[in-house]
């Protein structure tokens, strides 16, 4: 009996390794990855053990296991042994593995999410008695930005901000079609926007609020061909200096569903042990109860960023240089930024008396912007 998990050296996929080796009776696990196997034990190690959370259990890394693939070839580049090895005797199949970009081609976007679970599902077909357990996104709900999603909502009627969230979506349709087929237990996870408060050394895997703090960076660092922008990076620790107003075309009004990375890799674990048994697909939004508003989102930026501005318009004309510079980067502002809420019912019945998480406050993203060169906290 063992489980076997793609994308362990992620954001997330990472914290679900830790989840998984925590019980003390746990079964193998082996981690499915790019590089050498050598490459893939130091990285995910690296991931596993900086982690916060109770010790894990003594020699639990040794049940873990390494095999070197690649989601988006055929057959995920496995030679025959080393599809055996991965298949033997697998209770579980976690597919984690996926690529987070908001901007630029969306054909690695496709390979990776598309292809990449396409040939996932075509390994699982090999190990007929394993659970799946599909890492999708929140935001397959796309451009549906009002009103309450339920967990069994699956529609492109409003289309999508991003190509990643297309390709989230068609991934989703695929593993809703193979479940149909095969009659096999199925989860499908839907994490909104995951979030540390901790800073994360280089080398490991960053979270994808990196991306808000990239924006005031990249505005500001633009400013230096006048030489205001080193000196306004400099004096917003001293909460002096110049101003600089940054424009970004989002909804001023709307709200970010943000969670704790830790909490949503022990709400899926908890999950998908309770519904190991079930033979069919439920779905599951791993979503924060309380949305965070986009106004708590931007004081927390101001503090983190003294003499910066960030003002909501609803369309960006006649962009400064820094606003160009930074436009296609705000463009997953407006994606996020939405009114909408998400049905955690199957989610609730699922972890059963797991408490809710603690609230994603101003405090706490002041801590999780903190820039990549601070020494201590904004």
Not at 24 to 48: C, M, Q
Not at 118 to 137: E, G, K, Y
Not at 188 to 210: I, K
Not at 267 to 282: C, E, F, H, I, K
């Amino acid at each position: 009996m063992s489980i076997l998990i793609t994308g362990a050296t992620g954001f997330l996929g990472c914290r679900l390794v830790r989840e998984l080796l925590a019980d003390p009776g746990g079964e193998p696990v082996t981690v499915l990855g790019r590089g050498s196997e050598e490459s893939l034990r130091a990285r995910t190690e690296a991931a596993v053990t900086w982690l916060d959370g109770p010790p894990l259990p003594p020699e639990a890394l040794t049940r873990l296991r390494y095999v070197s693939g690649d989601i988006t070839r055929p057959g995920l580049g496995l030679s025959a042994d080393a599809r055996a090895r991965a298949t033997d005797a697998l209770t579980q199949i976690w597919h984690s593995a996926a690529l987070l970009s908001l901007v630029g081609d969306p054909v690695p976007l496709f390979r990776s999410n598309v292809l990449g679970t396409r040939h996932l599902l075509d390994l699982a077909d090999q190990a007929p008695t394993a659970q799946l357990v599909h890492v999708s996104t929140a935001y397959v709900a796309g451009r549906r930005l009002t009103g309450h999603v339920l967990e069994d909502d699956l529609r492109e009627d409003d289309g999508f901000h991003l190509a990643y969230e297309e390709t989230k979506y068609t991934a989703e349709t695929m593993v809703h079609a193979w479940a149909r087929g095969t009659r096999r237990p199925v989860a499908v996870m839907r994490p909104s926007l995951l979030v540390t408060d901790r800073p994360v050394p280089d080398g490991l895997p960053g979270q994808p609020l990196e991306s808000l703090s990239h924006v005031v960076e990249a505005g500001a660092r633009s400013m230096t061909v006048r030489d205001k922008g080193r000196a306004l990076l400099l004096a917003r620790r001293q909460g002096r200096g110049d101003t600089l107003r940054l424009r970004a075309a989002f909804d001023p009004g709307g709200a970010l569903n943000l969670l704790q990375a830790d909490y949503a890799a022990k709400a899926m674990v908890r999950a998908a042990q309770a519904l190991r048994d079930t033979p069919s697909l439920r779905t599951l939004h791993v979503t924060h109860p309380q949305n965070t508003a986009m106004a708590t989102a931007a004081r927390a930026l101001e503090r983190c960023y003294p003499g910066v501005t960030l003002v909501p318009v609803p369309e960006l004309t006649d962009p400064t240089p820094a606003e160009a510079l930074i436009g296609e980067q705000t463009r997953f502002l407006d994606c996020l930024a939405q009114r909408r809420t998400y049905d955690r019912t199957n989610l609730l019945q699922a972890v059963g008396d797991l408490a809710d998480p603690e609230p994603v406050d101003e405090d706490y993203l002041l801590r999780a912007l903190q820039p990549p060169d601070a020494a201590t906290p904004c």
